[in-house]
């Protein structure tokens, strides 16, 4: 079965320094890895998509993720963050041959001024 | 718009009572899930659906049922069974046959006084 571990369940950061949020995923290839954002008090949204189309995923808010086997990481980074990136951010990856989805345990993004 | 609806918002329960929260979706997605978000512990999923009448339990099922009459509603009956329900609720779809990619609801925020 696939798992997903985040490492680091607070991340903190000044505005405009990288972010980077870890995410290692079990040792055999899942059929897709995601990275989702939640906002405090509402649902999960997409954030990317890795479908083994391409190792470097660009999202949406200037976020971007890179497939890397041999160490089994879909890290999400950031060049320069903002106040409004403040949020939970969640790793997922498909589990194979089923339509479910394993999550990790999230990794809380704080930005200061 | 497409999208997932979750009502209500905000729910309070005495201790004892069942409770159901409601999800629609106007998608035309096949598939349904349902999570629970507690603190520290990312989403586990409860219950999920691939198709009209017919779901499968899933991680932390233990009194929780739901029902799926209809393609574009999914709605979770939270039981007195269960010992522990206040947490925040997610509701998921998505479309099978490859995409994977789940879209999630606002949430319900269940508190049991």
């Known amino acids: 079965a696939q798992s997903v571990t985040q490492l680091g369940s607070h991340v903190s950061v000044s505005e405009g320094a990288l972010v980077l949020l870890r995410c290692n995923y079990s040792?055999?290839?899942?059929?897709?890895l995601f990275w989702y954002v939640q906002y405090p008090n509402q649902g999960l949204q997409l954030l990317l998509k890795?479908?083994?189309?391409?190792?470097l995923v660009k999202g949406i808010n200037g976020f971007e993720a890179e497939f890397k086997k041999s160490e089994t990481s879909f890290h999400l980074t950031k060049p320069s963050a903002h106040m409004s990136d403040a949020a939970e951010y969640f790793c997922?990856?498909?589990?194979?041959?089923?339509?479910?989805?394993?999550f990790g345990t999230g990794t809380r993004l704080q930005v200061f001024p | 718009d497409g999208g997932i609806t979750q009502s209500p918002k905000y729910l309070f329960r005495k201790e004892g009572q069942n409770v159901t929260l409601s999800c629609e979706q106007n998608?035309?997605?096949?598939?349904m899930y349902w999570y629970r978000q507690d603190p520290g512990q990312g989403l586990r999923l409860i219950y999920y659906?691939?198709?009209?009448?017919?779901?499968q339990k899933g991680d932390i099922a233990e009194g929780y049922s739901v029902s799926r009459e209809k393609k574009e509603s999914f709605p979770l009956t939270v039981t007195s069974a269960q010992k522990n329900p206040t947490a925040f609720y997610l509701c998921?779809?998505?479309?099978?046959?490859?995409?994977?990619?789940?879209?999630f609801g606002p949430g319900t925020r269940l508190t049991v006084l």
């Open positions: 998921a779809s998505s479309q099978r046959e490859g995409s994977d990619t789940q879209y």
């Open positions: 890795y479908t083994s189309a391409a190792t």
């Open positions: 040792s055999s290839v899942p059929p897709y």
């Open positions: 659906s691939q198709i009209v009448n017919d779901f």
């Open positions: 997922a990856v498909s589990e194979t041959n089923t339509d479910k989805l394993i």
């Open positions: 998608l035309n997605h096949d598939a």
